[in-house]
């Protein structure tokens, strides 16, 4: 059985810094480009952050470029998202994904999320 576990939320002032981590388990997961989605109330459903299975090559959604850091350890079966100068606009339910195409047929698997909320 599949299974993503974020942890690292919380609440945090305008200006702060959270570290979310997302460990996974019953899947090989150096084989799985990993995300970071997140959904703020009355909004779809966003991707914020990617990382290649190798962690060679990462990508971020504009509103977060420069701020926020993802990264993978592969050992620990663990993506990272550093998130610094968070803003207002930042608080939403963040959400880990696991996304591969193996064997012919896509796998794509989700976390039960984590609240960040970001207010003085």
């Known amino acids: 059985q599949v299974r993503l576990v974020e942890s690292g939320g919380g609440l945090v002032q305008p200006g702060g810094s959270l570290r979310l981590s997302c460990e996974a388990s019953?899947?090989?997961?150096?084989?799985?480009?990993m995300n970071w989605y997140r959904q703020a109330p009355g909004k779809e459903r966003e991707l914020v952050a990617g990382i290649r299975s190798a962690g060679n090559a990462t990508n971020y959604a504009g509103s977060v470029q420069g701020r926020f850091t993802i990264s993978r350890d592969n050992a620990k079966n663990t993506v990272y998202l550093q998130m610094n100068s968070l803003k207002p606009e930042d608080t939403a339910v963040y959400y880990c994904?696991?996304?591969?195409?193996?064997?012919?047929?896509?796998?794509?698997?989700w976390g039960q999320g984590t609240q960040v909320t970001v207010s003085s």
């Open positions: 994904n696991a996304r591969a195409r193996l064997f012919g047929r896509d796998n794509d698997y």
């Open positions: 019953g899947l090989t997961f150096r084989w799985y480009d």
